[in-house]
């Protein structure tokens, strides 16, 4: 197996492509990860227009990347465009990561693995007994948490969203033990869960927020967030506040970026304190949510 720089690039070079991505941290992540692991390359944002997006793969062999990750609104194009798709990414119908190995496009979906690797990482032994877990939303970011929660042995995974047929979807295709559910459903089924996920935008920076009465939840509740923007989003007040035990979503985008840079540079690197740190001073917060 070869993984293959283009014969363009003066450094491996990788990058991240959406429709925007000037808000992407991920330049600071990679670029952290060289200069500690005193590595030669680059990672940088590539803006590419959705209907450039067929194109930019398919000439991905002869351009100057090694490697990029995809973000919205391009992972579908992605796991369309590769030559291979790993059983992640085929699973979830999507690819956040590519690279070259001996000529071919590969892709992978880094997002489940990012998302259970950040609750090993803050709450150790969360998933010593699993048992029921609820998902807020249904979009491409709930897939990967549900793959990554029935690896884990989660089950029922109660999917809430506002549309009932996109949860249906999710059970159609991660099977029975996915139960599709409305938001009024939630009061009877907090006192049953062990794990509560937002998916969803609520909650986000601009995004209204996400209010929830945890009152009925148990007391060894985990609940998490993929949002990072806030670092506390309005969920994880309330746990907090209920005395639950919380785990924020930035950890998330830290830990899948670690597979790529693998693949791409030829080390494993590790998400550190400094690091997390480092993203912060960035969003311009403290490690307690406060404005730095």
């Known amino acids: ?155 029922p995974i109660h999917v809430i969203n506002r549309t009932r047929d996109r949860a249906g979807a999710l059970a159609e295709r991660f099977g029975s033990d996915i139960h599709p559910a409305g938001w009024e459903d939630l009061p009877a089924l907090l006192p049953q869960a062990s794990l509560l996920v937002n998916t969803t935008s609520l909650g986000m920076e601009g995004q209204p927020p996400l209010v929830i009465d945890l009152a009925a939840a148990r007391d060894d509740l985990l609940v998490t967030d993929i949002v990072y923007i806030p670092l506390e989003t309005p969920l994880l007040k309330v746990a907090r506040s209920r005395g639950l035990k919380t785990v924020d979503g930035l950890g998330m985008l830290l830990h899948q970026a670690v597979p790529g840079f693998e693949r791409w540079f030829g080390r494993r690197p590790v998400v550190t304190p400094e690091l997390r740190r480092l993203i912060l001073a960035d969003m311009g917060v403290t490690e307690t949510g406060v404005a730095a």
Not at 34 to 42: I, R
Not at 49 to 62: D, L, R, V, Y
Not at 129 to 154: D, E, K, S, T, Y
């Open 1 to 155: 197996m070869t993984i293959s720089a283009s014969p363009t690039a003066a450094v491996p070079t990788a990058c991240v492509i959406g429709w925007p991505v000037k808000h992407s941290r991920s330049p600071i992540i990679h670029r952290h990860w060289l200069s500690e692991l005193g590595l030669a390359g680059d990672y940088v944002r590539h803006p590419v227009e959705p209907e450039q997006a067929a194109a930019f793969f398919a000439g991905f062999a002869t351009g100057p990347f090694v490697g990029c990750n995809v973000t919205v609104p391009h992972k579908e194009v992605a796991f369309a465009a590769v030559d291979h798709a790993d059983a992640v990414a085929t699973a979830l119908g999507a690819v956040n990561t590519v690279w070259l190995e001996d000529g071919r496009l590969m892709g992978s979906n880094t997002d489940a693995e990012g998302f259970i690797a950040n609750l090993d990482h803050g709450a150790p032994g969360f998933d010593a007994n699993p048992g029921a877990a609820i998902v807020l939303g249904a979009g491409g970011a709930a897939r990967a948490v549900i793959w990554a929660l029935q690896a884990r042995g989660f089950a």
